[in-house]
């Protein structure tokens, strides 16, 4: 599988775009269908923090690149096996305890992620990666928060909350695993490889459970390949729905 | 979900150092911390804030509205209460 961009450290940029970018989208799909009105926004300000980061992101790989390519070209142009997002972005929303599990193991990981990416060699990148580091610090803390509620709440969200951390659990391997991108871009001090940030997840996400009376799901082989471009069923349907518009009608502008 | 699961709390923000915590509005939330997160999601979107206190509403002691002639008519035609009666002079400028 050939890289997404010539550049590896575009490539990279943009894969750290697409996950946020799939994720942001999940997150807008919750408008006016969350349990109450302040959930709604707070999961639309979840939503909107994760596209912002992904323009940022999606911009800088452009300047990287230096192609002529913009951030509505990666957003809009580019069909399911040029996206690199890990596995876990691109799942349903289910009911709300999954969307916030999922979110919680996100967050979990895109937190030390930023927080280490803030040290970029790269002065933009390292900028980028701080305010991000911000933005997801309260996404877990929001995302933990609900989980605690909804483990150590009813039985039947107690259930539901346990089965979206064993229905989303085989997901967690491939945020963790290096590549040669990964290892390439950490080398050369512009990235971060994320082999390093399982034990900072495993921390945060260990208390959560601890105090959500969630049982942590065995560790399983899991399931991989978004990294590489080979998706689940799930991304074809969300990249229909968010290009339609640029599909429809190449170059249109508000 | 039932109004008992969540109850109402009021919200007050304090937007800059040194202006008091102002009230700006009120949400359901299952308990304090829910409170705080939620009132920063609906109320500090827009701008810079400092602080947000949160108050269960039913901590709060209202007035009756029914008793307003009562509580505040009275007031109406002591205008003796307002400092209007004094010749401030022009030295001490804006008070």
Redesign the interface.
């Given at each position: 599988m050939p890289l997404a961009s010539p550049d590896p450290r575009a490539a990279w940029l943009m894969r750290l775009g697409d996950a946020s970018l799939i994720l942001g989208h999940r997150m807008t799909q919750w408008l006016s269908r969350a349990?109450?009105?302040?959930?709604d926004?707070?999961l639309a300000?979840l939503g909107l923090d994760l596209i912002g980061q992904t323009r940022a992101l999606y911009a800088r790989a452009c300047e990287i690149e230096g192609g002529g390519r913009d951030e509505n070209a990666l957003a809009y142009r580019r069909a399911e096996p040029e996206y690199r997002n890990p596995l876990l972005v691109e799942q349903p929303n289910g009911d709300f305890a999954v969307t916030m599990v999922r979110h919680l193991i996100f967050a979990a990981y895109a937190t030390p992620l930023y927080e280490r990416l803030s040290s970029s060699n790269d002065a933009e990148t390292a900028g980028i990666a701080t305010r991000s580091a911000r933005e997801m610090a309260y996404h877990l803390?929001?995302a933990a928060?609900w989980t605690i509620?909804l483990g150590d709440g009813t039985p039947e969200s107690h259930a539901r909350a346990q089965t979206a951390l064993d229905d989303l659990w085989p997901y967690v391997p491939e945020l963790f695993e290096a590549d040669d991108l990964d290892r390439d871009v950490a080398a050369s001090g512009f990235g971060v490889d994320p082999s390093t940030l399982r034990g900072d997840f495993d921390a945060a996400v260990a208390g959560v459970l601890a105090r959500a009376t969630l049982a942590k799901p065995a560790e399983v082989r899991g399931q991989r390949g978004g990294k590489a471009g080979r998706h689940s069923e799930h991304l074809g349907h969300i990249l229909a729905e968010l290009q339609v518009l640029q599909r429809a009608y190449p170059d249109a502008q508000w | 979900?039932t109004e008992a699961a969540?109850p109402l709390w009021e919200v007050f923000v304090r937007p800059r150092n040194g202006l008091a915590h102002r009230h700006v509005g009120s949400?359901?939330?299952?308990?304090a911390?829910?409170a705080l997160?939620?009132a920063r999601?609906?109320y500090t979107?827009r701008g810079e804030t400092q602080s947000i206190w949160i108050v269960p509403s039913t901590a709060i002691v209202a007035s009756d509205p029914s008793e307003k002639d009562m509580m505040f008519e009275p007031t109406a035609t002591k205008i003796y209460r307002h400092p209007t009666f004094y010749e401030v002079p022009d030295e001490v400028g804006h008070m």
């Open positions: 349990p109450t009105l302040e959930e926004i707070a300000n803390r929001h928060e509620r | 979900m969540t949400l359901h939330a299952h308990d911390q829910m997160q939620a999601d609906v979107r």
